[in-house]
């Protein structure tokens, strides 16, 4: 038999009693410093409605279900939407520490995706790494948006990315191409146009991803200019001087030139472990938007609220730490 534990809400009720009349001989007590409303939730509700609205993904509608059935607790659309706006306000300092993480980083993975806010078309960012994840929800998908989180760039960072321009020309120590993005661009390639140059790339590509592994296994970076990854660099040098002709193969061209733009950030996660091949961590992160409105359909409001309790639930599992604990000491600071 399931036996759900006894959870008492912090609901404060607070009643003025008084003379109702205008005798001015009874005087009405005013509400305690920290009561300023008839009814109040606690920082319990606050941390619950976070976890069940961000991170369990569960609608304002079933929220309220939830609410009466489980806790004998009525909570309006309304009153949840402002909940989730004070635990905002809450996690802030939180929030913050997780940026200044991110930009204090060795490696971070970025990533953005649509989303609808009021009908209209927004972007969610994310910048990540293995213990961090920092969201932010914008109107615009252009370089403006880097440079109002970053405006110094990340000058000490590797940035990887899926090759979105506003990504490369942020200020940083290095790039990482994503290798599962590339692979997928030479497989469309050779089934489109089914060139030899697109086969010998998806070559390097994976001799460098077996080179990695040894890397890895042996705890130990490439070094610039040794036999292995001297080799793959003079590979790949070659193949990209190869003359390709627009009119039989002009989409390999097209790749072909935008990887010699990029030809610096291929293989820079042979000379810096901590930085992956792929950029599938960032991709998993802003994923967390999509599984919402497929749930719960467009943003009306708040889409900045939950970037930062998104951020703040993410940071607390990369880090191994209970969420609901964790939101509870929050939101009672």
């Known amino acids: 038999m399931l036996?759900?534990?006894?959870?008492?809400?912090?609901?404060?009720?607070?009643?003025?009693?008084?003379?109702?009349?205008?005798?001015?001989?009874?005087?009405?007590?005013?509400?305690p410093t920290n009561i300023n409303a008839p009814i109040q939730f606690g920082s319990e509700i606050v941390a619950l409605v976070s976890y069940f609205n961000v991170f369990q993904y569960v609608p304002y509608q079933r929220l309220q279900l939830l609410f009466q059935d489980v806790f004998n607790l009525s909570i309006s659309e309304g009153s949840i939407r402002n909940l989730l706006e004070k635990g905002s306000q809450k996690a802030q300092p939180v929030y913050q520490a997780i940026l200044e993480n991110i930009k204090q980083s060795a490696y971070i993975g970025s990533d953005e995706t649509g989303a609808k806010v009021n009908n209209s078309k927004w972007w969610i960012w994310v910048w990540q790494n293995v213990k961090n994840t920092f969201l932010k929800a914008a109107p615009s998908r252009g370089f403006t948006t880097i440079e109002e989180i970053f405006p110094r760039g990340l000058p000490n960072a590797i940035i990887g990315s899926d090759r979105l321009a506003a990504q490369l020309k942020i200020t940083s120590k290095g790039k990482q191409l994503c290798f599962p993005h590339l692979l997928r661009d030479l497989?469309?390639?050779?089934d489109t146009e089914k060139t030899t140059w697109a086969q010998q790339f998806k070559d390097i590509l994976k001799k460098a991803l077996e080179l990695n592994k040894v890397c890895l296994a042996k705890k130990l970076p490439c070094v610039f200019g040794e036999n292995a990854a001297q080799n793959l660099e003079e590979e790949l040098n070659k193949l990209l001087a190869v003359p390709l002709l627009k009119d039989q193969h002009p989409?390999?061209?097209?790749?072909?030139?935008?990887?010699?733009?990029?030809?610096?950030?291929?293989?820079?996660?042979?000379?810096?472990?901590?930085?992956?091949?792929?950029n599938n961590a960032s991709e998993r992160a802003v994923r967390n938007v999509k599984v919402k409105q497929k749930i719960s359909g467009q943003f009306k409001s708040g889409q900045e609220a939950f970037c930062v309790l998104r951020s703040?639930?993410?940071t607390l599992r990369k880090r191994e730490l209970n969420v609901l604990n964790k939101l509870k000491i929050i939101m009672a600071q």
């Open 312 to 314: 703040v639930i993410d």
């Open 251 to 278: 989409l390999t061209l097209t790749f072909q030139t935008q990887m010699l733009k990029n030809r610096n950030y291929l293989f820079t996660f042979l000379y810096h472990l901590e930085v992956p091949p792929d």
């Open 187 to 190: 497989n469309y390639l050779l």
């Open 3 to 31: 036996v759900i534990p006894p959870i008492i809400p912090q609901v404060i009720e607070y009643q003025q009693f008084g003379c109702q009349c205008d005798c001015g001989h009874h005087q009405k007590p005013t509400y």
